[in-house]
Each structure stands twice: as C-alpha cells, then as structure tokens.
C-alpha cells in the first residue's frame, strides 16, 4: 500500500488546492465465512496489530477502519497538543477526542464495543465501530471488516442469523466504489465458497472481486492450493492470491507482522516456488494498489477539467488585480491616461462601461441643456413680475417732465432689459448643473472603468482632487461667459433684429396712428378719449393701418372704440376698469391699481407689453442656444482638453510616485492569494500529468 502513498499524497495537494473532496478511493470490504481469516487479511494489509481476530465469532459488529495519512510534519502538532508521544495513533468515533498510542488498547476497545452493543455472548450488530488510525505509512483509505457468514446460529445469536449477516454484508458491498475481498480459507472447498457467491450477487462481472485464499499452510498433508491459485476451480477476474496469515499460535506469541510475511514468502517459495511472486500478503497488496491506481487514473480527467476551470477562474480574477506595479511611473502614466480616457468617452458617449440605470456623462448634459435648461427659460414669462402699473409708470418715467406724445422708446428698453436680465439666473444654475454631472463623472469612471484605481487608494483621492479642483477653476470662467451672453443681448437692444421687425412695425404704426389722431383732433379742439365724432375717422384711418400689421393691432385699435367691458373680454390680461360699472375683470394677482387708466394709457401699456414679449422671445432664444455652447466651451470641452496634462503636470512627479501607488493592503494580499492559489493549481495540473505518465500504469 506504501506505494500509493506518494501518488495519494500528490494529489492529496492537489485536492487541497482544488477545494474539492478528494478522491472517494473505493472501500476494500472483506466478506467470507466466519474464521476463514478476514480480520487477519485486513489486518496485515494495514502492516498492524489492531484487530481481535482469533477462532469463534469475533468480528460481530462492522469495523470501519478509516486509515489517515498523516505528513512527517503533521504528527508532531497533535504530539504537542495532546501530548502524544509517537508517530500513529487511532480515534474511534464513539470515544470522541480519545486518542489511542497503544495499539492493543485499540483492540481491546473493539472488543469492548463490540460487547457493549452486542452483548458478550456472540450476538451481532449492524451499528459499524468507526476507528481511524493516523499515520504517515497509510494512504487515505476505508476498509470494512465484517462478521462472517454463518449459518447455524449459536449463543445469543437469532434463529435469522444467516439472513441478517448476509443483509449487513450486502449493505456494504453493493456500494459500487467498493472492492471486495472474497476470503476463501484453503482448507475449504473452494466451489463451495460463500464468500464469492456473496461477491457474484452485486457484482456479477466480477469487476471488483479479488479472491483471497488464506491458510495455505493449513491444508491437509497431500493437496495443495495450485488449481484454486491457477483459477481452474473458480476463475475470478482481477485474480486469485493466496495468503499464509498468522495462526492463532503465532497470535499468542506475539509474533510480529514483518516476520509474518517473512515466513509466508519462504513459505510460498517452497511450496509454490512458480506461483511465489504472484501470491502472498505483498502481492495481495500491490494488486489492491493497482486497482486502486486505475481508481484514481479513471478520476483524474475530471479532476484536471475542475482543475482547468478554476485555473481560468483564479487567472482573470488575477488580470482583474493587475499586475504588482515594476515600473512605477509608466504604471502612473497609464492609469491617468486610461482614466482622462475614460472621463472623456464617457462624456462622449463612447465608454465601454455603459450605465443603463440612468443618464450619465454626455447624455446627462445634452438632458440638462435641453430638457432642464431649455425648459426652464421656455417657463419664464416674459411679462413674468411686471404689473401694468410698472408699465405705466416706466412710460411717464421715460418722458420725463414733458406730457409725451408718444409712448417713448426708452421705457420699451428699460423694462425689456429688466425682462432678460431675468435670464441669466437659470442661466447660472445649467452651469451648475453641468458642473456637478462632470464632478459625477469622476465617480462613475473611476468605479466602473478604470478598475486600476481601486488598487491605489491614494491616487485615486489624487486624481480626483486634480479633476475636481479643474472643474473648480472652470467654473467662474463659464460663469463669467454665461452672465456675459445676458450683458451682452442687455447692452444693445437692437430693435432691428429681422425677427422684430413686426413688432417695430407696430410701434411706428402706432406713434403714425397716434400722430394722425392728434393732427385729426387738434382743430376741431375735442380730447381724444371723449370725441365722439372722432370714431368714424379714426375706424376710417384704422382700417388703412390694419392691412399691414396684425391681428393685435387692431386689438389696441378697437379698445378706443369699444365698450371697456367688451374690450376686457376680447384681451382679459389686459388690466382695465370698467368704465359703466360693468362686470370687473383683475388679473390673477391684484394690481394695486387706485385709478382707472385711460384708453390711451391702455393702449400704451399693451404696444409696450406686446414689445417687451417679441423682444423678449428673440433674446431668449439666443441664450437658449448660446449658453449650452458657452458652457461646452468654456467647462466641458475644456476640461476634456486639458485633464490629462493637468492630471501629468501635478501628478507625475518622482517625488509623488511611491505615495501614489501605494496599494491598498487589501488589494495587496489578495492578488497574492490569487497568484499562489493559480500557481497551486498549475502545479496541481503538472501533478496529474505526471501521475497518468508514471510508469504505476
Ligand atoms: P475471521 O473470523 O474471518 O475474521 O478470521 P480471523 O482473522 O479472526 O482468523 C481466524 C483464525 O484463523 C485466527 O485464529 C487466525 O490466527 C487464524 N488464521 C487466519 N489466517 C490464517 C492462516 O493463513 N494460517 C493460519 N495458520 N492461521 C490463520
Ligand atoms: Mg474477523
């Protein structure tokens, strides 16, 4: 058995490594008559004293002997722990942490639970002992001893006894990871063997039978073993081996198993000199170690297969960790470039990490430009906070001490600059807004993209320090271009903007119309808002007007003709008093209004408002487009631009180097493990190569 010792201890390694179970090597069941030497068998297999063996029923209830081997190394921890002094030592399960030096010990133990269970008067159990022995001269593996086959029950056994102990044999030898040792005593007749009838039952091809014939020496003066040994009586497959064990005499004297096997070589050569090297205790052991070893061989390509796997596992799990760094600043300047390459594409759009759980990078910008921002101004009413009164007010502001005589152009500036400047605050905050998607940015790179950095804690502090202190800088810049595209449309009011041209066709329709009005009114001396004879004419000259500029126009028209109240209906946001008593129209909000406004004063505040609103509409569609480029240029293009030479030029310094790529000491142990295990694994495969070379085939 020795011979597997090095072979099991190799893969022994390999299965640590692996994790796996190691290989199951098949149980060796002895099954034959009571007496026929099966304790013995097992016994000098194991090299042992351990099992009471001797005439009589003396197995009665199933040993499972658990043999454990040890490394040289091992043995002396459980010396120190539990103050063993030896190299081997056993542990049966019912003792729990009991352990046995002493071999006879052992034995006695079986015997006494053996009684325990089954009584002292040859009555059987089925409850196995479970013994292990500990040694560096076993390989890992279970052997069962099991009471004889008998027929005629005696003492406290039952009238079934023969049914019963052929059940328990059956148990543990249908197990097909089992080997069966069919023990036949040589002073019986071979034909009539129970023990190879048992065998046949669960094993018809006889593909894990051996048949063991003990007691050569006992055989009666005149026969001899050679037809049995030649497979004449009873072919068995995997073949026959003849033992000579220790007579119950060599028992008592103690005598010792290596001079046991001494003996029966002399013996096997004397009697059976051609049949010598094929029989005997040593043969019988090298036979189990071939069939264990085809076991094993039929094991190992699914072993190697598991190993590969996790082989491929541990590789890409080590890729994940990189490399321990060697060339420290080429390492640096790597994972800068990869990270100002990842914060670019991401805002590009071309990442190859692509979030799917929400917006990230440039697809969140283009979100904040045209559905945040773009909204946002499209919500700003660009009449919003300005009162009719203002309006008024604004116009007697602008003519100063003179009466006017027309609505003065000033006041139309005045409150439409006041109107714009009304831009630039979300103007502002879509700055901001970028601002903190480009501070996401840095997260969601270093995170998902540039695993690198989670190997240096430091120098993923730094380069995020270096991008957000960049972001910092741009910001008063955009800002600064931002507030200056509003100062810029405040400066000038160019009210020969093409899409204007409408609306100052009104005004100088209306100061025209307001011209003719006083040319018309000055001679006959009536005041414009009283004369009644005025309405013909003015309808008249209205109507000239009209074709040209608008519908709204003749809104402004019709409200000095019309009833107050009509006119309150036809524009109801125009705040107006009714002029009979009719019904009341305000506005949503109060206007703090203490005196009715004339028609012209009406009319005056609708062609500013209806000014400021064109103006209005043009100015913001201009910030609406400028300020989403503005910050393009100024914050995100630029950031993209410079962030991988700002990252070199404040981090790749010699001085930094070694703080930077200092590695997290997590990282650190892990990517060790990772190797040694990839390198366990690789060794575990080398192994099982060469175990199918070896020459044990
Ligand atoms: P088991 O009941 O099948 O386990 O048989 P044991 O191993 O207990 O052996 C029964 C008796 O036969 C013991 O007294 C052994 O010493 C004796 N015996 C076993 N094998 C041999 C053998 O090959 N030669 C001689 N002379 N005696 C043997
Ligand atoms: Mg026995």
């Known amino acids: 058995m020795e011979a597997l010792i090095p072979v099991i201890n190799k893969l022994q390694d390999v299965f640590n490594t692996v994790g796996a179970d190691t290989i199951q090597l098949p149980q060796i069941v002895v099954v034959g008559t009571q007496s026929s030497g099966k304790s013995s068998v097992l016994e000098s297999l194991v090299g042992r004293d351990i099992l009471p063996r001797g005439t009589g029923v003396v197995t009665r209830r199933p040993l499972v002997l658990q043999l454990v081997h040890i490394d040289q190394e091992d043995r002396r921890k459980p010396t120190e722990e539990n103050g063993i002094d030896g190299e081997e030592w056993g542990k ?17 133990e079986i015997e006494a639970e053996t009684e325990r269970i089954s009584g002292s008067n040859k009555g059987i159990s089925d409850e196995p002992i479970h013994l292990k022995i500990f040694s560096p001269q076993v390989v890992n593996l279970t052997l069962v001893d099991l009471p004889g086959i008998t027929k005629v029950p005696v003492g406290d056994q039952p009238k079934d006894i023969e049914i019963q102990i052929r059940e328990l044999i059956l148990k543990y030898i249908s197990n ?25 039952e669960v094993d018809p091809d006889g593909r894990r039978t051996l048949a063991v014939i003990t007691k050569l020496d006992l055989m009666d003066a005149g026969t001899d073993a050679m037809d049995v040994l030649m497979g004449r009586v009873i072919p068995v497959k995997l073949g026959i081996i003849g033992v000579v064990n220790r007579s119950q005499l060599d028992i008592n004297q103690k005598k010792l198993v290596a001079d046991s096997i001494r003996d029966e070589h002399a013996f096997l050569q004397k009697k059976y000199p051609s049949l010598a090297n094929r029989n ?33 596992q541990y590789q890409s799990l080590l890729n994940s960790y990189g490399e321990p760094v060697e060339d420290k600043s080429a390492t640096l300047l790597q994972i800068i470039t990869k990270f100002a390459a990842e914060y670019c594409n991401t805002i590009e759009g071309t990442a190859k990490y692509i979030e799917t759980a929400e917006l990230c990078g440039g697809a969140r910008i283009c979100y904040i430009f045209h559905e945040t921002f773009g909204r946002t101004l499209e919500s700003v009413d660009p009449l919003g906070g300005l009162t009719t009164i203002d309006v008024l007010t604004a116009i007697r502001n602008a003519t100063g001490p003179r009466p006017a005589l027309f609505v003065p152009e000033v006041s139309f500036e005045l409150l439409v600059k006041r109107q714009i ?53 741009r910001l008063p810049v ?10 810029i449309e405040l400066a000038y009011i160019n009210t020969k903007h093409p899409d204007f041209a409408d609306a100052s066709g009104l005004m100088n329709n209306n100061i025209e119309e307001q011209r003719r009005n006083r040319l018309r009114d000055l001679p006959s001396a009536v005041p414009r808002d009283k004369g009644a004879a005025s309405v013909s004419q003015s309808s008249s000259v209205s109507d ?28 109801p946001l125009i705040t107006a008093s009714p002029q009979k008593g009719h019904a009341v129209n305000l506005l949503d909000v109060p206007v703090p209004v203490s005196r009715k406004l004339s028609a012209r004063e009406q009319r005056d505040c609708e062609v500013i408002e209806r000014l400021i609103k064109s103006y209005f509409l043009i100015v913001r569609k201009n910030i609406q487009d400028s300020v989403p480029k503005a910050v393009m240029h100024f914050l995100v293009n630029h950031v993209k631009d410079c962030l991988q030479s700002e990252l070199v030029g404040q981090l790749y310094k010699t001085t930094l180097l070694g703080d930077l790529l200092t590695e997290s000491e997590d990282m650190a142990q892990r990517r060790n493990e990772a190797a040694d295990m ?20």
């Open 176 to 200: 097909p990871n089992s080997i069966i040792l069919a023990v036949t005593a040589a002073n019986t007749d071979m034909a009539t063997s129970e023990a190879l009838k048992v065998a046949r």
């Open 478 to 487: 955009t800002n600064e271009m931002v507030h200056n595209l509003v100062a």
């Open 280 to 312: 005997g205790t040593k043969y019988l052991a090298r036979t189990l170690n071939r069939l264990l070893m085809h076991h094993i061989r039929d094991c190992l390509p699914e072993l190697k297969t598991r190993i590969n796997v996790l082989a491929a």
């Open 92 to 108: 049966f399960l019912h003792t729990k942490n009991k352990i046995y030096t002493d071999f006879e010990e052992i034995r006695h």
């Open 544 to 571: 000239q007007t009209d074709s040209g500029t608008g519908n709204w126009r003749s809104m402004v028209r019709k409200g000095e003709e019309v009833p107050a109240g009509d006119r309150a209906m036809a524009q």
């Open 678 to 697: 990839l390198k366990a694994l690789q060794k575990a495969s080398q192994v099982i190569a060469e175990i199918r070379e070896t020459h044990l085939w």
């Open 421 to 473: 400047k009304r831009l630039e605050e979300p103007s502002l905050r879509c700055v901001e807004l970028v601002h903190e998607e480009m501070q996401r940015i840095i997260q969601h790179c270093s995170n998902y993209s540039t695993q690198e950095l989670l190997r240096f804690p430091k120098l993923h502090d730094a380069i995020v320090e270096v991008v957000t202190s960049l972001l910092r800088k």
